[in-house]
């Protein structure tokens, strides 16, 4: 925990157990088909429950999508979700920017996930990176960091989030996280950190 007693870390390790578990389907083969199908059943009406009300999107990395609609795009989702609306000139608005999108965009875009609708739009972005930002220089200007370094060192790994306000709570956030943590274990991370305020709306997300 930084100095600042409103931050808090919450980590985020490979190794934890979890997933869904699937029913188990044994005895006499006369009833095999019979236990399938009504498994089946069972697993249908749980996910047609999950998805009523929902709406379909896709998730996929950035990629070679440079173009300014997308961009756009995504600093709209980006200052929406700010939590400040208001900045004392454009430099201060383009230097908030800088601080927790640009860089990633222009430097980490590997590491860049969208959320689109069925008709490409997006509804949400993630933006990643895998060095860790308490010994890497280009983060020095985040001095919090200095506070946790022991768990940045062990969790290197981060990323920033955010959804179009119509899209939350619908399942894309924990589908973001998990593209860009399959990538950081591909990658050799040994785990992710998050940052985030005690009084957030995010924290009971993490």
């Known amino acids: 925990v930084a100095e600042n007693r409103s931050t808090e870390v919450l980590a985020l390790n490979w190794d934890r157990p979890g997933g869904i578990a699937s ?49 756009i795009a995504i600093e709209r989702i980006f200052f929406a979700s700010a939590g400040r609306a208001t900045f004392a000139d454009a430099a201060e608005r383009s230097a908030f920017r800088e601080r927790w999108l640009g860089r990633y965009l222009d430097h980490d875009g590997a590491h860049v996930f969208l959320a689109r609708d069925l008709d490409g739009a997006v509804a949400g972005y993630l933006v990643g990176c895998l060095d860790d930002p308490a010994r890497s220089a280009r ?68």
């Open 23 to 71: 029913p188990r389907v044994s005895g006499e083969t006369r009833c095999g088909h019979a236990r399938l199908r009504r498994a089946g059943q069972a697993l249908a009406a749980e996910a047609a429950g999950h998805l009523q009300g929902k709406r379909m999107v896709a998730i996929a990395a950035l990629g070679d999508d440079t173009t300014d609609v997308t961009r």
């Open 139 to 206: 983060f020095g200007d985040i001095s919090y960091y200095s506070g946790f370094s022991d768990l940045t060192e062990r969790y290197p790994a981060y990323l920033h989030i955010n959804l179009d306000p119509a899209w939350r709570s619908q399942g894309i956030g924990g589908r973001l996280i998990d593209a860009f943590s399959q990538q950081a274990a591909e990658a050799g991370a040994p785990g992710v950190h998050v940052v985030t305020g005690a009084e957030a709306r995010n924290v009971g997300f993490y």
